[in-house]
């Protein structure tokens, strides 16, 4: 092969490797927005992580678990009983606490030392809540009547939870979503943490 053949193949060869460059460098550009236009709306709509802190929602959940946290459910329904929710703390919405819902909009909640006794349109005499994932008891004597478009909630922890007894209900627009996959620790992976449901 003579100069002139070797200098064209160079040049061919350097065109396709700028070419390549080229094509590598919007691949990236597009796969980028293909993740962005993904992962946004994900992780605004639909899931979120949330990493426990403290001791309030023990046994049923350990400081520095990490969770997954389904908001989708709740944009297209409400919360239920039972239910383990993550929300805005109604006197700080930057800060967002883990309880599980005891009380639905338009209730009467009636505590009674650890007994909860609800009152409602299909219940007016009352029902008392099953809570076997309670193991601290608490002394509380108190009667808190709900708007419509209030939760009462707490937390598993009764003697150490900092939940609606202390400070009110929640509002539904503070509602983030429920506890959907619990990741960490590996031992303790699984889907709908905590989950219960009332037979009454």
């Known amino acids: 092969m003579n100069n002139k053949n070797e200098e064209e193949v160079l040049k061919v060869l350097k065109e396709k490797e700028k070419k390549t460059k080229g094509q590598s460098f919007w691949e990236l550009v597009r796969f980028a927005v293909i993740a962005i236009i ?3 709306p994900i992780r605004i709509f639909i899931a979120q992580p949330f990493i426990v ?3 309030s929602m023990f046994p049923t959940f350990k400081d520095g678990q990490y969770l997954v946290v389904d908001e989708l459910s709740y944009h297209l329904g409400n919360p239920q009983r039972d239910d383990v929710v993550v ?3 109604p006197d700080d919405t930057t800060k967002f606490f883990i309880k599980r819902v005891i009380g639905l909009p338009n209730e009467t909640v ?3 030392g650890s ?3 609800i ?3 299909a219940h007016p005499e009352g029902f008392k809540l099953d809570q076997p994932f309670v193991e601290n008891k608490s002394s509380n004597d108190t009667t808190y009547v709900l708007k419509s478009n209030e939760y009462f909630v707490m937390g598993d922890n009764r003697t150490a939870s900092f939940d609606s007894r202390s400070w009110g209900p929640v509002p539904r627009n503070l509602m983030v979503g429920r506890a959907f996959l619990r990741l960490l ?3 303790a992976i699984g889907a709908l943490p905590g989950n219960y449901k009332q037979i009454n």
Do not use: A, M
């Open 115 to 117: 007994d909860v006794t």
């Open 110 to 112: 009636k505590i009674s």
């Open 185 to 187: 620790p590996i031992n």
């Open 53 to 55: 802190s403290g001791s």
């Open 87 to 89: 929300f805005r703390y």
């Open 119 to 121: 009152f409602n349109q």
């Open 38 to 40: 993904i992962v946004i």
